[in-house]
């Protein structure tokens, strides 16, 4: 499990789902939120790492934000970030987070599936759950789980986002 960082550098930006907000610890890419404006992004970060103290850094934060904010508008893999992800949770949201991170573009899975793809088939809710507190939207691909019928669910940052996510990655597989 990653530890909680003491400090943040953080950027926001904007896209056509909204506001966007990477954040970095000295240990890499802690968070990546989605939300409809940047003080609620802020606030958001802020909750996730009450600890941390904040600071823009818009000049260390740039280039990693344009190269999100294109791939959020053009899907395609791999996305290329400077630096390397530290997203803070236990170890079974670690997993979690791991095994959605081989979902390629375009696809989907169900969250019971991705219980099993974990070893542990009960595990539903907790993979869920798991989902719900991913602290890097996009990168970590939860909004690619879906319910066991197909359909769309829940998702941290809107279910229209979540289906938004899904059409353009589902038109840019088809273009591959």
């Known amino acids: 499990?990653?530890?909680?960082?003491?400090a943040?550098?953080?950027?926001?930006?904007?896209?056509?789902?909204?506001?966007l907000l990477l954040g970095a610890s000295e240990l890499g890419i802690c968070s990546i939120l989605l939300g409809d404006d940047d003080e609620s992004l802020l606030h958001d970060l802020q909750?996730?790492?009450?600890?941390?103290s904040l600071q823009a850094n818009p000049e260390r934060l740039r280039s990693d934000m344009q190269?999100?904010?294109?791939?959020?508008?053009?899907?395609?893999?791999?996305?290329?970030?400077?630096?390397?992800?530290?997203?803070?949770?236990?170890?079974f949201q670690q997993q979690?987070?791991?095994?959605?991170?081989?979902?390629?573009?375009g696809k989907t899975i169900s969250y019971s599936e991705l219980a099993a793809r974990i070893g542990k088939p009960k595990a539903t809710r907790a993979v869920a759950s798991a989902c719900a507190a991913n602290p890097l939207?996009?990168?970590?691909?939860?909004?690619?789980?879906?319910?066991?019928?197909?359909?769309?669910?829940?998702?941290?940052?809107g279910v229209a986002r979540k289906r938004e996510l899904l059409r353009r990655e589902a038109a840019f597989a088809e273009q591959s």
């Open 1 to 6: 499990m990653a530890t909680q960082p003491l």
């Open 8 to 19: 943040i550098d953080y950027i926001t930006g904007h896209c056509s789902l909204g506001g």
């Open 47 to 52: 909750g996730r790492f009450p600890g941390a």
């Open 67 to 91: 190269q999100l904010l294109a791939f959020i508008e053009r899907p395609r893999q791999p996305l290329e970030l400077s630096m390397p992800l530290n997203a803070v949770g236990t170890a």
């Open 96 to 105: 979690v987070w791991e095994k959605l991170q081989q979902v390629s573009n």
């Open 137 to 157: 939207a996009i990168v970590v691909p939860c909004h690619r789980v879906l319910r066991s019928d197909g359909d769309i669910s829940g998702y941290r940052w």
